[in-house]
């Protein structure tokens, strides 16, 4: 897998309205990475996009999506008018002489990858700090320059099929199970009518949505690439022991609440609600015991109180361990119905663009995949699947298409109303017929009713 970090040049954000003056350059810029580049060098580059976009501006009124040079690919994001967000990736050179010879594609970085990465630095960025409009000037530079290095340093990214497509994990449960935590959620809004659960999550899959599809990705996204990978490793460390001592305990703030002083570190978030009709801020309490995650917001109207939070944290603690074993011990027995399909060397990957239900092979392996590296997918087969997945049109609302690759590789993708499956078999010897059954088979024993056949 390509290291996408490595391959980052340059990470910037620039509003041209900030410095209209010659001599204030420098105040356009609000975010560079990396840092220990100079001024004058910024300014060359923030002032060669800036010169792109007025250029293209004359042609299209849609915003400036790309330039690519020779060694480099420069991908434009405007999240908001007059912010830019731009993200330049090196990438191989060649002479005419080698690419008639075969040009490798093996170190090319996909461009949707890099485009998801500016749209969800974005959409994380507004969901803790809010529109880049609402903050003041004085005061942009310094929350671009926190919340962005964090950010890029937390990135794990890789040029792999969880990255190509970014969907949301789901558990599916049996209604007994799932009962259990629909009660649970009722009945602790009924106690404390201040905290809405907007999400239940189990290891890394989701269980419960109460947010819009847009908000629980970043969420979701939150959860599983930032937060819980370091509160498992705080749970590794600390041993079974510390951890059997206590039901639960609050991750949100990462120490706890213990203290008056520790209400003031709870984060704030904005989201939409069911009942919001535009962004609204809340407090973010998270809970965790065993594996079990739940996320709770608190309209910021609401005057929080440590008593609370205690008889909170005595209420969720038992019976959340009771669910969360429950849940542990129906997962145990559905890995090993399904341990048989894991032996296939065949990768897939299902994608619902309705509710961004996501589901691959490699959760067939492990319930924690983003923790965990994934099968290796060769950068070749992600870019095919990158075209079909970001084109739409290729195979509209119901559609299937077969290719193969030089080294043998066959790639299926099927769409059925706005369901996406997508196989990657490699066989030497393999026609169109079997790979043909051979998707059937995965797919009738993946999608069990869900239909990419006709009836």
Known sequence: ?????????????????????????????????????????????????????????????????????????????????????????????????????GESQGDVVEPSVMYDLLLSAYKMFRMFKGPFKNIPQEDIYTICEQFFTAYLMSRNLTNDISDVIQGISYLPLDKNSFFKVVCFIDLLEVNYPDFKCVS??????????????????????????????????????GGAVAAAQRHGRFISPPEGIRSVEDLERIPKVYLTREDDTEAKQYYLVIYRTLSATVCFTVDVSVKLELEIFKSLDAFIGPQLSTIASAISEQCALHALQTAQLAVSDSKFVYFNRLNLAYKTSVSILS?????????????????????????????????????????????????????????????????????????????????????????
């Not at 350059?25 to 007025?54: M, N, W, Y």
Request: proline content about 5%.
């Open 200 to 237: 239940f999550v189990y290891n890394e899959q989701l269980i419960w949505n109460g947010l819009s599809n847009e908000d629980m990705l970043t969420l979701y996204q939150y959860l599983v690439q930032s937060l819980l990978p370091k509160q498992v490793e705080k749970e590794i460390q």
């Open 1 to 101: 897998m390509i290291d996408v970090k490595a391959k980052i040049s340059s990470f910037f954000i620039f509003n041209s309205n900030f410095g209209p003056r010659e001599g204030e350059e420098s105040k356009r810029i609000l975010f560079f990475h990396p840092s220990q580049v100079g001024t004058d060098a910024r300014k060359i580059q923030v002032g060669l996009c800036e010169a792109v976009v007025k250029f293209m501006s004359t042609f299209s009124s849609e915003p400036c999506e790309a330039l690519q040079t020779q060694t480099k690919r420069h991908i434009f994001y405007q999240p908001e008018k007059g912010f830019w967000m731009v993200l330049v990736v090196r990438i191989p050179y060649t002479t005419k002489a080698l690419s008639a010879i």
């Open 367 to 455: 319930p924690v995949s983003k923790l965990m590296p994934s099968t290796a997918i060769k950068p070749e087969v992600l870019s095919i699947i990158a075209g079909i997945h970001s084109d739409r049109q290729s195979l509209g609302n119901y559609g299937e298409v077969i290719i193969k690759t030089p080294d043998e590789y066959w790639i299926t993708g099927k769409t059925s109303n706005e369901r996406e499956f997508y196989v990657v078999i490699q066989e030497k010897n393999a026609n169109l017929k079997d790979i043909s059954d051979e998707v059937k088979r995965i797919c009738e024993a993946q999608m069990k009713g869900i239909f990419f056949y006709p009836l």
